[in-house]
């Protein structure tokens, strides 16, 4: 790993009118590492992630990548910065008048308007797998797929770039627990194997303390806990131990322990 992490939060704050979802956000996360925010809904977990990739504009602070402060970039700068990310969406997100190789192998045609049909559909087919998806999958429609089979689609597409940089968007929602832990196993060894850098958001602590090197608790626009996976059952922080033990024990005041 090296001395400058791979993302840097410093600062980050997000409104939207009067209410302010990020309050100040600072965060690293090293090269290689795989970083897990937890939180309610509304916490603003999925706006953190949207200000990273630039979909939404940070009212204040900075966000680095490899150094760079890619806020306020020109388009061309930022299509460069994003052609490091991919993205696993929760929906999936495939596009149904695609067959599944096209939904693979849509974001290398984007960036390549020279890459050929053919030579798309090879790299496609490669890329389905290493998720554990064989070559008749390939030109089927999306609706023809099982959730968890629609999930390794959307895992697909996000690594068929070789991306610097996974996001995953509650990678395991409306999954089985059968499923999901196929899924979780899937990011890691994806992640491991080829040394990228993931940030996810989660519901499910399962997933979180098995795809994550560490966990974040956001709760009101910050981040009261950051700290190793295997430290997060074991943290005196009373709104994490609610969070994570899924009690519902009436309104707990904030405590920021790190």
């Not at 608790?217 to 806990?225: D, N, Q, R, V």
């Not at 059952?233 to 024990?249: I, K, L, M």
Request: net charge negative.
């Amino acid at each position: 790993m090296t001395d400058v992490p791979k993302i840097s939060l410093r600062g980050v704050a997000k409104a939207f009118g009067e209410k302010q979802v990020l309050s100040g956000i600072d965060l690293d996360i090293a090269a290689g590492e795989s970083v897990v925010v937890i939180g309610g809904s509304g916490t603003g977990k999925s706006v953190l992630i949207k200000c990273i990739l630039g979909i939404l504009e940070a009212d204040t602070g900075t966000i680095a990548v490899d150094g760079q402060n890619v806020m306020h970039l020109e388009s061309n700068a930022r299509d460069a910065t994003n052609a490091k990310f991919g993205m696993l969406f929760q929906g999936g997100a495939l596009f149904d008048s695609l067959p599944v190789w096209e939904n693979v192998a849509f974001g290398l045609r984007a960036r390549d308007r020279h890459l050929s049909r053919d030579t798309a559909r090879a790299q496609a087919i490669e890329t389905l797998a290493k998720v554990g998806l064989d070559e008749q999958v390939a030109d089927l429609a999306p609706s023809e797929l099982s959730g968890g089979m629609q999930k390794r689609v959307g895992l697909a597409r996000a690594i068929a770039g070789r991306p610097e940089i996974v996001f995953f968007d509650e990678p395991t929602t409306g999954l089985d627990p059968i499923m999901s832990d196929v899924i979780n196993d899937l990011i890691v060894s994806t992640v491991k194997k080829k040394g990228i850098t993931a940030l996810s958001i989660t519901h499910d602590m399962q997933s979180a303390r098995k795809i994550g090197d560490r966990i974040a608790m956001l709760y009101e626009g910050k981040l009261i806990w950051v700290g190793p996976a295997a430290d997060v059952d074991s943290t005196e922080n009373p709104y994490v131990q609610q969070f994570v033990h899924g009690r519902a024990e009436g309104p707990i005041k904030m405590q920021v322990r790190r």
